[in-house]
């Protein structure tokens, strides 16, 4: 009893002795910020993190923190996964697989951040975890410690465009161009107009004073074109003079007023057409008066007009921009958003550099042309100042990201440049500085990719999908005026639907979808648009051909066009050398022809043999398929509908996954045959990539990103039955996917192509390529090569 009483004494006390402190403190003014446990040296939100360093691959390198407005190391005294975990997380991916120690990727420069750091691997900030403190460390840069992530991004991650520029509270976060003319804003893209910028407090202007070109060519670039021009400054002068009215004399229109108004309109108008307007709007810009930026410095060369040196005004806005006006900017388009095209067509260029892999225009791996042959670029130094020199010269913009990891997809044949590094002013990547580069020293798993900044077109406004289960599927919707109407799904393919997601900025086309009676249907819409023909590379479906009036023999609802989309695909294409590697002639008898006669694999001058007598003539070869994108290769129909074919003992997934072609010089079929494909799965696979696809016991089937199918020249119908060919000069032909009943990041690489030549006895096959690994010039070449006039292959 004493016990409990003592207790109550000592909770007593603290409570009289700890409750009137606590509301004797004041109340913090709301902007403070709270004051930091002892654990905590910095709130995790003011912290940014990047991996640095070369070489290296997306998702590892120097690990730098930027702390009180400066970038800096961590050393690796201590240093363990558990670290490596944390920081992982804060750069977006869900784990670490490895660290690094003793720079390993170079030494950093400036502060040491961070020393002796020890993390249980479940804090949500590194800045949590035990450490000597920020800025006290007895290590050097030689000590600099680095990470290796997993390469899977944590859910909603967004892949950041890390410009590096002082953070400050004046920050310029957006830019737009706002056209003068009031017609000019219902033309796209915006070509010309007054350069605006976002920060905290809204939109502003920038004062004209000290604008230079430099300054224009950065802006253009965001904006996403190559070039800048001269603006008709005598113009915007004469505009200027027109709108300076006294304010004495400006009538604000009433209700009382409005008549008058419209007389002086219709007035100025005849005598001076379309200036009048323009003027007002200019005048009525000048009125807001609100410029954020007084001067800006721009080398010409910086991909955001964040990076350069800017001015910001101070104190009353409305004296800022002394004798000046908003700063206008024009800009020239590349072909592809030239506005005499109408962008009806994709222009016809003979460039020496391409992106292949991407969802959409202006993004994919960096491929560049050397002698006649197409190869890549390895991401050792690979930055936004060379990326951005790719985008120019593919008529875009400045880069938004220069990616590593071969984060397009893997590319094939040779790898062209090593170690880029451009100045930002070259017109050509070709005239940057870059090193050679042999088979040891990188691989395609390190193919350099780009993002660029395009002109907004607005297609994403005239799309929609409705009635779907998320953002990504859904019955096509286009607008005709102000009226939203679906589309007939007669015709409706892949290709339509690549078109249909890339316009609505959702990626690829998984599935194209001619029944959509399985989704909701409680909004359905009129059918508006009707025969649908797409090349698949349109930017939105108003480009494909199409009906001028509804003409749909399948108008219902339920036959709507619709679509799946994703933002990841996958890419087959075929091993070419092992192709000519493989290549060869048997006869092989009837009697062992049965099961490939029934699937269909045999000419048609086969029914009429003397069976189970003579033989036919077969040419085998090897076919060994990859998948070289960023998706699972999967069959379209699911196992349920399936075909067993008792004959072989197999499933078809596909009723066709490849032809096989023999054609004459001028393109004539000679010879064809086919391949179900009755077991697609992984063979084998690159190191590090685990098989997910087995035939076996009704296993799922399907080929996995960095794994390959292999076809031996052995099993049944892999051949072209040449029985009835005469001797002479051939082209060998290979497409896989022929059909495009499968959706994939690029159809240009399907097809593989050699040049034969048979004697009637013997076939020689050599200049095996995938179809486009060749300039153009080089694949006419080909196409008229006159055969060999020996059996010597040079």
Same mark, same amino acid.
């Given at each position: ?21 606590? #509301? ?27 991996? =640095? ?77 035990? *450490?000597?403190?920020? &800025? ?9 410690? &680095? ?14 465009? +890390? ?17 003068? #003319? ?25 004062? @004209? ?90 080398? &010409? ?86 990326? *951005? ?96 109407? *679906? ?52 930017? =939105? ?8 009036? +509804? ?53 048609? $001058? ?22 070289? &994108? ?19 003992? /197999?499933?078809? *997934? ?19 045959? /086919? ?6 799965? @992984? ?23 960095? !794994? ?45 192509? !050699? ?5 009637? /006895? ?11 690994? #060749? ?18 292959? $040079?």
């Amino acid at each position: 009893m004493e016990l409990c009483q003592w207790w109550r004494h000592i909770v007593v006390f603290l409570l009289h002795s700890w409750i009137p402190s606590c #509301f004797a403190q004041t109340t913090p003014p709301v902007r403070s910020s709270p004051t930091p446990t002892p654990q905590t040296a910095e709130r995790p939100e003011t912290l940014k993190f990047r991996l =640095s360093g070369f070489p290296r691959k997306h998702n590892e390198g120097r690990i730098e923190v930027f702390y009180k407005g400066e970038w800096g190391t961590i050393c690796d005294d201590d240093f363990s996964l558990a670290n490596a975990h944390v920081l992982c997380r804060q750069l977006g991916f869900v784990s670490a697989t490895g660290w690094t120690h003793s720079a390993k990727y170079g030494k950093g420069t400036g502060k040491i951040w961070l020393d002796n750091v020890q993390c249980s691997g479940s804090e949500r900030s590194v800045s949590v975890c035990k *450490s000597r403190g920020w &800025g006290n460390s007895d290590c050097t840069h030689d000590e600099d410690a &680095g990470v290796i992530c997993k390469d899977e991004r944590l859910p909603g991650y967004v892949d950041s465009n +890390v410009i590096e520029v002082q953070v400050d509270e004046n920050r310029v976060e957006e830019v737009r161009l706002r056209p003068v #003319f009031t017609i000019a804003t219902k033309r796209m893209p915006v070509t010309e107009g007054v350069v605006e910028v976002k920060n905290k407090d809204g939109w502003a202007k920038i004062c @004209d004073n000290g604008w230079t070109p430099k300054n224009s060519r950065v802006v253009c670039g965001m904006m996403g074109f190559p070039h800048e021009k001269k603006v008709n400054k005598n113009f915007y002068k004469h505009l200027r003079k027109r709108s300076a009215v006294p304010k004495s004399k400006v009538k604000v229109t009433t209700a009382r007023q409005e008549p008058k108004a419209k007389a002086i309109t219709k007035t100025s108008t005849k005598s001076k057409p379309g200036k009048s307007a323009a003027a007002k709007r200019l005048y009525a810009e000048r009125q807001k008066n609100h410029f954020l930026v007084h001067s800006v410095a721009c080398l &010409g060369t910086e991909v955001h007009l964040a990076a350069c040196p800017l001015e910001f005004n101070k104190g009353n806005a409305t004296e800022s921009c002394p004798g000046g006006m908003p700063a206008v900017v024009s800009c020239v388009p590349g072909p592809l958003y030239a506005q005499s095209t109408a962008m009806k067509k994709k222009p016809k260029m003979q460039s020496t550099i391409r992106l292949k892999g991407g969802a959409k225009y202006g993004e994919g791996r960096v491929e560049v042309l050397k002698g006649s042959e197409w190869g890549t670029i390895c991401d050792d130094r690979w930055n936004l100042l060379s990326a *951005s020199v790719v985008c120019r010269e593919l008529g875009f913009g400045t880069a938004k990201e220069a990616l590593t990891g071969a984060r397009m997809g893997q590319g094939l044949g040779p790898i062209h440049m090593s170690e880029v590094q451009c100045t930002g002013h070259e017109r050509s990547l070709w005239n940057c500085r870059f090193k050679n580069i042999t088979a040891e020293d990188c691989k395609h798993s390190e193919d350099a990719s780009v993002r660029c900044n395009v002109p907004y077109m607005g297609f994403e406004k005239t799309v929609r999908l409705s009635g779907g289960r998320s953002q990504y599927e859904g019955r096509v919707e286009v607008r005709v005026g102000q009226l939203w109407g *679906s589309v007939c799904s007669e015709g409706w393919t892949t290709k339509e639907a690549m078109v249909a997601c890339r316009q609505l900025g959702l990626g690829f086309s998984m599935h194209a979808i001619t029944e959509t009676w399985y989704w909701d249907s409680s909004n359905v819409t009129e059918m508006v648009m009707s025969g649908v023909k797409c090349t698949g590379d349109e930017m =939105s479906l108003s480009q494909c051909q199409h009906h001028r009036t +509804v003409n749909c023999q399948k108008a219902a609802a339920r036959f709507s066009a619709g679509v799946i989309c994703s933002e990841t695909a996958s890419d087959l294409v075929l091993n070419a050398p092992l192709v000519q590697q493989t290549t060869y002639i048997e006869d092989r008898p009837l009697h062992m022809l049965y099961c490939a006669a029934e699937e269909d694999c045999l000419s048609k $001058s086969a029914a009429g043999a003397n069976w189970p007598y003579g033989h036919r003539r077969l040419l085998r070869f090897s076919s060994q398929i990859h998948n070289i &994108g960023r998706a699972d290769f999967r069959p379209k129909a699911g196992r349920h509908s399936w075909v067993w074919h008792a004959c072989h003992g /197999h499933y078809h *997934s596909m009723d066709i996954f490849t032809h096989y072609d023999l054609m004459s010089a001028n393109g004539t079929k000679v010879a064809e045959g /086919h391949k179900a494909s009755f077991c697609l799965e @992984d063979s084998d696979c690159d190191e590090g990539v685990s098989k997910r696809y087995e035939c076996a016991n009704f296993g799922e089937q399907g080929i996995t990103v960095g !794994c390959w199918d292999l076809y031996r020249h052995d099993i049944d119908c892999q051949w072209i039955d040449i029985t009835d060919v005469k001797p002479g000069n051939y082209i060998l032909q290979v497409v896989i996917n022929p059909n495009y009943e499968v959706a994939e990041s690029d159809f240009t690489n399907n097809a593989m192509k !050699c040049n034969c030549k048979y004697d009637g /006895h013997r076939i020689w096959v050599h200049n095996c390529h995938i179809g486009d690994a #060749f300039s153009e010039e080089a694949e006419k070449k080909f196409e008229k090569y006159p055969g060999q006039l020996n059996n010597q292959i $040079s």
